[in-house]
């Protein structure tokens, strides 16, 4: 079933199809040349394209039209298609600019209206992901959501919705206000004692099995995300409180991630995720934070598991950080794409037989048929994926190592295309894995010095941060994820180099970012929120990233600061109710309860 069958569920929105009344002219596509390489690849498309702003909101106000917020990212497949199939479309884009004032956002400059958007679209549709496509009310209320659909059955839906609205617009912005979330109250607080961290674990741990997938590690039994929280909290769990069980689901988890197809034997570094269970066929997407995250998860576990080998797997990630991201500035770019500059979705990293042949002792390319499958039917157009879908003797292994070493600079002449923005927060969970990487080789000390004269000299001005810098353009709106990963990074990299700069810096931003994002009612992702819906809470989420709201917790009771140690005590005890429904998708509130306990 699509995504756009399953959204069928808010019918009362799309009952009608009535003729649509003509707005006021539409404003021309305003994203060429935008510094975000996301928003720069739709700016000739037909759809009049608008930034997520105030002034674009008010207009949405003036001209009494849904706003459609469009939420993807550069090395997002789908994203590429939907834009090939909808967004290049003249009769689709005409239907857009009369009926709607049509937005496009890059979800890496907006995460906190893209978690807004992405938690309605859970409770509505039952799915999320990107592209996500929501139809948002004039007053900041989301009204419907849909992901990728069709190109046919997206132009029905823009007529029913242009329909509905022009028939009944305050029917549908009552059911939009329904939709929403009650107000934020001021949580309930209590002390954080040894027994509340205990309760806490128990749940988690108990969510965590729940979900496991023992046979083939992981999380889920549908596609497979490399789920850094949730194995960091077992990684500490473990370290803790050593459970056979838990270890030799850990040891699989970590095993599978660097044997199959969501890791990369050629240059290093992980995809974002498989779509199946079995880790075997990757979106080709490589992600600066999941590379990050993994670097340090590796190094981690090398230590709690007891398996050496993992050192290399995490070194393998920070090379390719370096080698494939790594700016002129001493910044990490955000991504390479999941597509060539050809559109051709993993080109980059498959292979033909006859070239590995031609490339490769003949020693090196006999291991490599049998553990890659070289001889079974080929799961991609392209080529064949190097992996270890077969397990290598000792000696292949060393084989495959030499093919490595010399297919990696035939790969590096290949297109692969790159989204070189510059994020604070991203290159803050880069300086914390280079800075933790110095103990694994001391010559990773060289990177996190770059990564942290980067940050310190390119995105804080007056002792704020900026959120980003895009094709020589500094870019203003840094959100709460920008503060907390920064702060980490800093404590990281003082942590590990002495320096004093880092640490100093790391309590002034930490002091800027409470006094910004958090209050008595809870957290806020953004200083100023446009979506009527972001609503303060007592903790964020993890998601693909570690919450926010959790890690600044965590840094700041790692500094000696008196009225940061209050505040960072304080909203651990926060209650949050989520969490006892659902602690799965808690885990670093879990380990911010161990710390303040």
Same mark, same amino acid.
């Given at each position: 079933?699509?995504?756009?069958?399953?959204?069928?569920?808010?019918?009362?929105?799309?009952?009608?199809?009535?003729?649509?009344?003509?707005?006021?002219?539409?404003?021309?596509?305003?994203?060429?040349?935008?510094?975000?390489?996301?928003?720069?690849?739709?700016?000739?498309?037909?759809?009049?394209?608008?930034?997520?702003?105030?002034?674009?909101?008010?207009?949405?106000?003036?001209?009494?039209?849904?706003?459609?917020?469009?939420?993807?990212?550069?090395?997002?497949?789908?994203?590429?298609?939907?834009?090939?199939?909808?967004?290049?479309?003249?009769?689709?884009?005409?239907?857009?600019?009369?009926?709607?004032?049509?937005?496009?956002?890059?979800?890496?400059?907006?995460?906190?209206?893209?978690?807004?958007?992405?938690?309605?679209?859970?409770?509505?549709?039952?799915?999320?992901?990107?592209?996500?496509?929501?139809?948002?009310?004039?007053?900041?209320?989301?009204?419907?959501?849909?992901?990728?659909?069709?190109?046919?059955?997206?132009r029905t839906l823009l007529g029913q919705l242009s329909g509905r609205w022009s028939a009944d617009a305050d029917g549908i912005r009552r059911l939009a206000r329904q939709a929403a979330p009650p107000p934020a109250l001021r949580p309930a607080s209590m002390p954080v004692t040894a027994a509340h961290s205990a309760r806490a674990w128990e749940r988690f741990v108990g969510a965590a099995w729940q979900e496991a997938d023992t046979l083939h590690g992981g999380f889920g039994q549908v596609s497979k995300f490399p789920m850094a929280p949730q194995l960091h909290a077992l990684l500490e769990r473990q370290a803790r409180q050593p459970e056979t069980s838990l270890a030799?689901?850990?040891?699989?988890?970590?095993?599978?991630?660097?044997?199959?197809?969501?890791?990369?034997?050629?240059?290093?570094?992980?995809?974002?995720?498989?779509?199946?269970?079995?880790?075997?066929?990757?979106?080709?997407?490589?992600?600066?934070?999941?590379?990050?995250?993994?670097?340090?998860?590796?190094?981690?576990?090398? $230590?709690?598991?007891?398996? +050496?080998? &993992? %050192?290399?797997? #995490?070194?393998?990630?920070?090379? *390719?950080?370096?080698?494939? /991201? @790594?700016?002129?500035?001493?910044?990490?770019?955000?991504?390479?794409?999941?597509?060539?500059?050809?559109?051709?979705?993993?080109?980059?990293?498959?292979?033909?037989?006859?070239?590995?042949?031609?490339?490769?002792?003949?020693?090196?390319?006999?291991?490599?048929?049998?553990?890659?499958?070289?001889?079974?039917?080929?799961?991609?157009?392209?080529?064949?994926?190097?992996?270890?879908?077969?397990?290598?003797?000792?000696?292949?292994?060393?084989?495959?190592?030499?093919?490595?070493?010399?297919?990696?600079?035939?790969?590096?002449?290949?297109?692969?295309?790159?989204?070189?923005?510059?994020?604070?927060?991203?290159?803050?969970?880069?300086?914390?894995?280079?800075?933790? $990487?110095?103990?694994?080789? +001391?010559? &990773? %000390?060289?990177? #996190?010095?770059?990564?942290?004269? *980067?940050?310190?000299?390119? /995105? @804080?001005?007056?002792?704020?941060?900026?959120?980003?810098?895009?094709?020589?353009?500094?870019?203003?709106?840094?959100?709460?994820?920008?503060?907390?990963?920064?702060?980490?990074?800093?404590?990281?990299?003082?942590?590990?180099?002495?320096?004093?700069?880092?640490?100093?810096?790391?309590?002034?931003?930490?002091?800027?970012?409470?006094?910004?994002?958090?209050?008595?009612?809870?957290?806020?992702?953004?200083?100023?929120?446009?979506?009527?819906?972001?609503?303060?809470?007592?903790?964020?989420?993890?998601?693909?990233?570690?919450?926010?709201?959790?890690?600044?917790?965590?840094?700041?009771?790692?500094?000696?600061?008196?009225?940061?140690?209050?505040?960072?005590?304080? $909203?651990?005890?926060?209650?949050?109710?989520?969490?006892?429904?659902?602690?799965?998708?808690?885990?670093?509130?879990?380990?911010? /309860?161990?710390?303040?306990?």
């Amino acid at each position: 079933m699509s995504a756009f069958e399953r959204g069928i569920g808010f019918a009362v929105l799309l009952l009608t199809l009535l003729p649509a009344t003509a707005g006021a002219a539409a404003p021309s596509n305003r994203l060429a040349g935008h510094p975000s390489p996301y928003l720069a690849l739709h700016g000739s498309d037909p759809v009049a394209w608008q930034e997520w702003n105030a002034a674009t909101v008010a207009r949405a106000r003036r001209e009494n039209k849904l706003l459609f917020v469009s939420v993807g990212y550069f090395a997002c497949h789908w994203c590429h298609v939907m834009q090939r199939e909808s967004y290049k479309n003249a009769q689709t884009a005409a239907l857009l600019n009369r009926d709607f004032i049509p937005v496009k956002v890059d979800r890496e400059l907006n995460s906190g209206l893209d978690d807004a958007l992405q938690t309605f679209s859970s409770r509505l549709a039952g799915v999320a992901g990107w592209p996500l496509n929501a139809f948002v009310t004039p007053e900041g209320y989301p009204a419907y959501v849909v992901l990728y659909a069709p190109p046919d059955d997206f132009r029905t839906l823009l007529g029913q919705l242009s329909g509905r609205w022009s028939a009944d617009a305050d029917g549908i912005r009552r059911l939009a206000r329904q939709a929403a979330p009650p107000p934020a109250l001021r949580p309930a607080s209590m002390p954080v004692t040894a027994a509340h961290s205990a309760r806490a674990w128990e749940r988690f741990v108990g969510a965590a099995w729940q979900e496991a997938d023992t046979l083939h590690g992981g999380f889920g039994q549908v596609s497979k995300f490399p789920m850094a929280p949730q194995l960091h909290a077992l990684l500490e769990r473990q370290a803790r409180q050593p459970e056979t069980s838990l270890a030799d689901f850990l040891r699989l988890t970590f095993d599978q991630m660097a044997a199959r197809g969501l890791h990369d034997p050629i240059g290093g570094g992980f995809f974002r995720y498989t779509v199946d269970p079995g880790w075997d066929t990757p979106h080709f997407e490589k992600m600066l934070y999941d590379n990050a995250h993994l670097a340090m998860l590796y190094q981690r576990a090398a $230590a709690v598991l007891g398996e +050496p080998r &993992y %050192r290399e797997i #995490a070194r393998g990630a920070l090379d *390719f950080m370096r080698d494939v /991201l @790594l700016d002129p500035s001493g910044g990490l770019a955000s991504s390479t794409s999941a597509v060539d500059a050809s559109g051709r979705e993993g080109a980059a990293y498959l292979w033909e037989p006859d070239e590995l042949k031609r490339l490769l002792p003949a020693a090196s390319y006999a291991a490599a048929r049998r553990v890659w499958r070289l001889d079974a039917a080929r799961s991609f157009d392209g080529g064949y994926l190097p992996a270890e879908y077969r397990t290598p003797t000792a000696a292949e292994r060393r084989l495959l190592a030499d093919a490595a070493r010399i297919l990696y600079p035939v790969r590096r002449t290949r297109s692969l295309p790159r989204d070189d923005k510059l994020n604070a927060g991203l290159n803050g969970l880069a300086l914390s894995a280079y800075s933790q $990487a110095i103990q694994l080789d +001391p010559a &990773y %000390r060289k990177q #996190a010095d770059a990564v942290q004269r *980067f940050l310190l000299t390119q /995105l @804080l001005r007056e002792g704020r941060l900026l959120k980003s810098r895009a094709r020589g353009r500094l870019l203003e709106g840094a959100e709460l994820e920008d503060y907390a990963y920064v702060v980490q990074g800093l404590l990281d990299h003082a942590d590990a180099t002495g320096n004093r700069q880092s640490r100093t810096q790391a309590q002034r931003l930490a002091r800027a970012a409470w006094r910004t994002f958090w209050s008595e009612k809870g957290w806020r992702h953004e200083a100023q929120p446009l979506l009527a819906t972001l609503q303060p809470a007592p903790a964020l989420e993890d998601g693909a990233l570690y919450a926010p709201s959790e890690v600044l917790i965590l840094a700041s009771l790692r500094l000696s600061d008196p009225t940061l140690q209050r505040q960072a005590r304080m $909203a651990a005890g926060w209650s949050v109710p989520a969490m006892e429904r659902d602690a799965y998708v808690y885990p670093t509130r879990v380990r911010v /309860l161990a710390a303040a306990s």
